[in-house]
C-alpha cells in the first residue's frame, strides 16, 4: 500500500499560481500512474492529469491543458501539480491517487475508477 499526502493549497488570486504536492510513501514500486482529480462544491469529482509513474508521460483534462503541469521527483517520490493562470473555476478540493494497474493507453487514467489509493485533498480557492 501507497500512502498519499497532498500538500500546497491554499487561497490565491485569479491569475496567480499555486503548486500541489502529492508525496508518496510505502510501495511505490507497484504504482504504474499518478492522477490528480478535484471536486468542487455540489459537482462530480472530476480529472485533472496523470503521469506514468516509470516514463513521466502525462495526460491532461481539456480544460487545464496549457496551463497545469504535473511532473515527478524521483528523488523523493512526489508528484507536483504546477498551476498556473488560475481562474475561480478551479476552486476545489484537489485529490492525487496512485493506480496500481498498468493501462497502455494513458487516457484510462482518466477515469477515478482506474485509481486504487487516494490522498485527503488539499482545498484551492481562487478569488475573482
Known amino acids: 500500500q501507497v500512502a498519499l499526502v497532498e500538500s500546497g493549497g491554499g487561497l490565491v488570486q485569479a491569475g496567480g499560481s499555486l503548486r500541489l504536492s502529492c508525496a508518496a510513501s510505502?510501495?511505490?514500486?507497484?504504482?504504474?500512474?499518478v492522477g490528480w482529480f478535484r471536486q468542487a462544491p455540489g459537482k462530480e469529482r472530476e480529472f485533472v492529469a496523470a503521469?506514468?509513474?516509470?516514463?513521466?508521460?502525462?495526460y491532461y483534462a481539456d480544460s487545464v491543458k496549457g496551463r497545469f503541469t504535473i511532473s515527478r521527483d524521483n528523488a523523493d517520490n512526489t508528484v507536483y501539480l504546477q498551476m498556473n493562470s488560475l481562474k475561480p473555476e478551479d476552486t476545489a478540493v484537489y485529490y492525487c491517487?496512485?493506480?496500481?494497474?498498468?493501462?497502455?493507453?494513458?487516457?484510462?487514467?482518466?477515469?477515478?475508477?482506474?485509481?486504487?489509493?487516494w490522498g485527503q485533498g488539499t482545498q484551492v480557492t481562487v478569488s475573482s
Open positions: 491517487a496512485a493506480a496500481y494497474r498498468y493501462y497502455s493507453d494513458i487516457s484510462y487514467y482518466r477515469e477515478a475508477s482506474s485509481y486504487d489509493n
Open positions: 510505502g510501495r511505490t514500486f507497484s504504482t504504474y500512474a
Open positions: 503521469i506514468r509513474w516509470n516514463s513521466r508521460i502525462t
